[in-house]
């Protein structure tokens, strides 16, 4: 995943928390209607503009000019049409723009020169992935398998979660099933392991940040996780140790968990914001 932009009625405001809490700093140019933000020089993982609360784009980087003609052609063979952004200061190199089947603009682009990304100090490592809330998961899923060639490692009940991966991290997408929604569920950067929960949590503590999901560990992916809100309320989660896959080595069938709040927490039931799991669980099991 390269980046997730986000549109909110006061960018610079939202900004702040980036910077004051994660330690992101922002581009040069940044202003009112726009800010971009990153950990070193060259490349950005969070866009804030102006507008309406909500997900505006999520990008994906392409690893090399042949694996995006690839993706090209899947497009062309599915009939989709995409646009191309031209070239300019401060945008992603070879950028092109499809919308998915619930109208979620996703971009891909070729890579990006970067630098700094790992220096010291408190923060995380990488944005990591995003979950996309959907009242028609199969339909999703058949588009970003069939058409994107994304992969399955992981579903849960009746498609009601279902995770994919883009390269040998387990998920950088995840779907997740909910009947009057579309658009971003949350998003997740990586920290570097256990220790930096600790950390974190304390970090947050100290600035009345509330910690609403966690620590725990997910049953799909395997990975350690705690969640909380930025101060404009889009849902965040911290992530370490996921599972990682070798596809040009060995082949993995993707593994059917039961709707429990123990598969998608294996330390702990449902959190109360996820009421509508919860939910599902229980009846699945009346």
């Given amino acids: 995943m390269s980046h997730i932009s986000l549109k909110t009625p006061e960018p610079a405001r939202l900004a702040a928390f980036y910077t004051d809490m994660l330690g992101m700093t922002a581009e040069d140019g940044a202003g009112e209607e726009r800010v971009r933000l990153g950990w070193g020089r060259g490349h950005y993982a969070v866009e804030l503009s102006r507008g309406p609360q909500g997900l505006d784009h999520v990008a994906f980087e392409i690893s090399t000019p042949e694996e995006q003609a690839k993706l090209e052609e899947r497009l062309a063979r599915a009939g989709l049409s995409f646009r191309r952004s031209e070239a300019s200061a401060g945008r992603p190199p070879n950028e092109i723009s499809i919308l998915d089947p619930d109208e979620n603009s996703i971009r891909f682009h070729g890579r990006v020169d970067r630098?700094?990304?790992?220096?010291?100090?408190?923060?995380?490592?990488?944005?990591?992935?995003?979950?996309?809330?959907?009242?028609?998961?199969?339909?999703?899923?058949?588009?970003?398998?069939?058409?994107?060639?994304?992969?399955?490692?992981?579903?849960?009940?009746?498609?009601?979660?279902?995770?994919?991966?883009?390269?040998?991290?387990?998920?950088?997408l995840a779907l997740v099933q909910r009947d009057n929604q579309r658009g971003l569920d949350h998003f997740s950067f990586d920290i570097a392991g256990w220790g930096d929960f600790k950390t974190w949590c304390d970090h947050f503590a100290r600035r009345r940040i509330s910690v609403l999901w966690g620590p725990g560990r997910h049953g799909p992916g395997n990975n350690l996780f705690i969640m909380f809100r930025d101060s404009a309320g889009f849902l965040l989660e911290f992530s370490a140790e996921m599972e990682l896959y070798w596809d040009d080595v060995s082949r993995v069938v993707p593994k059917q968990w039961e709707l429990t709040g123990h598969s998608v927490s294996l330390w702990g039931p449902w959190p109360d914001f996820r009421q509508e799991a919860k939910t599902l669980s229980h009846a699945e099991q009346e």
Wanted: proline residues 3%.
């Fill in 115 to 172: 630098s700094g990304e790992f220096l010291a100090g408190l923060r995380p490592q990488r944005i990591q992935h995003i979950a996309l809330s959907t009242p028609d998961v199969s339909r999703m899923l058949k588009f970003y398998v069939d058409v994107l060639g994304f992969r399955v490692s992981d579903i849960m009940g009746e498609n009601e979660f279902v995770w994919l991966r883009s390269d040998h991290f387990h998920h950088s």
